[in-house]
T-cell receptor, first 113, second 119 residues
Framework: DSGVTQTPKHLITATGQRVTLRCSPR?????VYWYQQSLDQGLQFLIQ???????AKGNILERFSAQQFPDLHSELNLSSLELGDSALYFC????????????FGPGTRLLVL | AQTVTQSQPEMSVQEAETVTLSCTYD???????LFWYKQPPSRQMILVIR??????QNATENRFSVNFQKAAKSFSLKISDSQLGDTAMYFC????????????????FGTGTRLTIIP
């Protein structure tokens, strides 16, 4: 158990819909990262937040957005869903300091039908 | 941009044997971190081992060790005395070390090697 929690574990929805994925980082970790794992794209970085502020953006679609709240939990919002958005979405957190090891949550498996 | 290449899509080895997974990367950075993550059938991403680029000594974690060749940009993972529980997808990952503590700390992953330990 990494200490990072993600809900829900599974999500099935239809095209055009909107969903919210939730992540709680490990106690004390200020940085949260979102990754997408799909069969055709592999593991890709989406976005990073540090203590409520966006720090880095990767290959995140405009239909996707994220935020980190004062209690440090983070949400990833996916809208106007398409079949190709079906993937495993991971959240990771890392501590402040020299070592930036990222600890991953169990992931949310999204299926868009 | 950084790239990570894992040239072995699949490997299999007998239980108790030693296996080495290959990883090469391309970067113009001089300060960075390298990681190996394991993803078993449960799909959980589990950190196996990590290495700082400025450290010449190869990292070791119990049965897992790396061969880090900075000049060759190579970072292979050796698993000794392999066990059935080592069956998983293994991902090599690169992270640039930012100037500050709050920079772009994304992980760039390779495509993975599927390792099967045969009883």
């Amino acid at each position: 158990d990494s200490g990072v929690t993600q809900t829900p574990k599974h999500l099935i929805t239809a095209t055009g819909q909107r969903v919210t994925l939730r992540c709680s980082p490990r106690s004390g970790d200020l940085s949260v990262y979102w990754y997408q794992q799909s069969l055709d794209q592999g593991l890709q970085f989406l976005i990073q937040y540090y203590n409520g502020e966006e720090r880095a953006k990767g290959n995140i679609l405009e239909r996707f957005s994220a935020q980190q709240f004062p209690d440090l939990h983070s949400e990833l919002n996916l809208s106007s869903l398409e079949l190709g958005d079906s993937a495993l979405y991971f959240c990771a957190s890392s501590p402040l300091g020299t070592w930036k090891t990222q600890y991953f949550g169990p992931g949310t498996r999204l299926l868009v039908l | 941009a950084q790239t990570v290449t894992q040239s072995q899509p699949e490997m299999s080895v007998q239980e108790a044997e030693t296996v080495t997974l290959s990883c090469t990367y391309d970067t113009s950075e001089s300060n960075y971190y390298l990681f190996w993550y394991k993803q078993p059938p449960s799909r959980q991403m589990i950190l196996v081992i990590r290495q700082e680029a400025y450290k010449q000594q190869n990292a070791t974690e119990n049965r897992f060790s790396v061969n880090f060749q900075k000049a060759a940009k190579s970072f292979s993972l050796k698993i000794s005395d392999s066990q059935l529980g080592d069956t998983a997808m293994y991902f090599c990952a690169f992270m640039k070390r930012g100037i500050s503590n709050f920079g772009n700390e994304k992980l760039t992953f390779g495509t993975g090697t599927r390792l099967t330990i045969i009883p």
